[in-house]
């Protein structure tokens, strides 16, 4: 997806797995943001490009239990 704002022309690049999630975000071919999931498609991690990380524990019926960056 290409965006224009004041003529500064900006890229977004969006990756997906086999399942649909949303693996990765790209600025103009710089990664953003990588994500990482379960088996059953609950988000793990959130990687930004300062390199924080955003984990998350799920319960037995998927319920987010804990959200904190490492």
């Given amino acids: 997806m290409t965006s224009q704002v ?3 022309t900006d890229t977004y690049g969006y990756t997906y797995d086999l399942a649909g999630w949303l693996t990765e975000v790209k600025l103009n071919g710089v990664t953003l943001t990588t994500y990482d ?3 059953n498609g609950n988000r793990l991690t959130r990687t930004s490009l300062s390199g924080s990380t ?3 524990g799920h319960s037995m019926v998927f319920q987010v239990v804990d959200g904190r960056f490492a």
């Fill in 6 to 8: 004041q003529g500064v």
């Fill in 37 to 39: 999931y379960d088996s």
């Fill in 54 to 56: 955003r984990n998350r």
